[in-house]
């Protein structure tokens, strides 16, 4: 029992509230990505990020940039169902003619996500960057605890009591129902990067970019679990987790652009980044035995996770149907299964191993001149995430989901535009069913389930 709730506390480590794009990587940094949502083919500044080779293409030579706010709301919930014992006969542990149940309700909220673009272009030369949160981005909070938690905690003190009542018939045998479970955790995750870059526009059609990202990951955990004997101050299991981690690495990015006439293209890839993360390990309570040091070292101070950000390869093209009427479409592949993972917890496989195959993403846009001043646009996003119940766990799921977007551009005068968007996720339920719900030996079943919200506003400055 001890064992299975150490994996429970220590999987804290691995949660990741992302908000949009792959496993580790969010894509919505600019108001334009929210509103149109296909922007790899772009030759605006937010280009900074999805299309760096086609700021060569800038209109005019000088700077330019743009500041963009974002604020980002999500739910993971977990639906959860599982057997419990209830007493013992003759033959041994007797399992409840109903299985418990409990919704677990989490939320995610990021209420400011800053970023920064910038370029200055000189000739057939443009250099340029960002400064941005590309993964994570806010806090996960499940006050009510995980069902992992109480999962583990319900078949052990059980398992427990029941080899105390062996060595003395006096001890009572502890089922649910005798004792209350308080459990909470709180997670956030940031990785903050800064890109610098050259463009060099090769001749009237063609422009290369290359150029390179500095990752700083930062992130905080903390959780408990007590199971309290009811009328008595017993705690049978305190455990506890208070764990920050920090990290960093290098992302080479190269891209091209190809601007044939009425028809743009753009290519970008960012090779894979190395990322191990490093525990600042503030508190840990957990059981002093062999087996409970064993569990607990990898999440011990100074001990360090994989955590790669992986590669990824985008390409899109948009057209000019008519001077107000353009569209995109555009390709997103993320190399989820060769980026190192922290490890499933209780073995020594990385989470990856267990992903079907990569995260591919089908995205979209259009927008519409209405007048000089103002363009409307929208767009909508499939993310096939290529899923695994050997991925999924309690503190970090993900779900296949479709994206839709819709905003507009305002242009205030010849140096100024502002951008407004509005981006909602819809997630497809992944069900989780095992025969050994988080090691009791006892069937139960687990729905995930999110929702993702986020708003933002851009200004673009050029001079």
Known sequence: MKKLLLIGAATLIVSNPTFAGGILTNTNQHAAFLRMLSRGATTEIDGALSNPAGLAFLPKDGFHVGLSIQSAYQTRNIDASFMTYNGIS?????????????Y??????????????????????TISGFFAITAGGGKASFDDGLPMFESAAMAGIFKNSVKAHQTNPQSPIIVPGMYDITSAMDGKQYIYSLQLGLSYKV????SVFGGGRMNYFTGGYKGFLNAIVKGTDTNLLPLALDCDQTGWGLTPVIGLDAKLGKLNIGAKYE????LNIENNTKNIEYPRTPEGEAMIAPYKHGVNTPNDIPAMFSIAAAYEFLPTLRASVEYHFYDDKNAGMANVPGTEIGKQNFLTKGTNEYLA????????????SCGGQITDYGLADGFQSDTSFSCDSYTLGFGAKIKMNQHLNLNVGYMWTNYEDYTKTSS???GTKLPGTNVY???NKVFGLSADYSF
Do not use: H
């Not at 003759?90 to 409990?102: H, L, N, Q, S």
């Not at 939320?107 to 030369?125: E, M, N, Q, V």
């Open 449 to 451: 389930s999110r929702t």
């Open 436 to 438: 050994n719900y988080n």
């Open 365 to 376: 846009g259009i927008e519409f001149d209405v007048t000089k001043q103002l363009t409307l």
């Open 271 to 274: 090779f894979k980044t190395n």
């Open 90 to 102: 003759a033959t041994g542990p007797t399992v409840a003619d109903k299985p418990f149940e409990k």
């Open 104 to 125: 677990y309700e989490g939320t995610a909220a990021a209420p400011i996500i800053p970023s920064l673009f910038a370029a200055y272009k000189k000739g057939d030369w």
């Open 203 to 206: 001749t009237e059609w063609l």
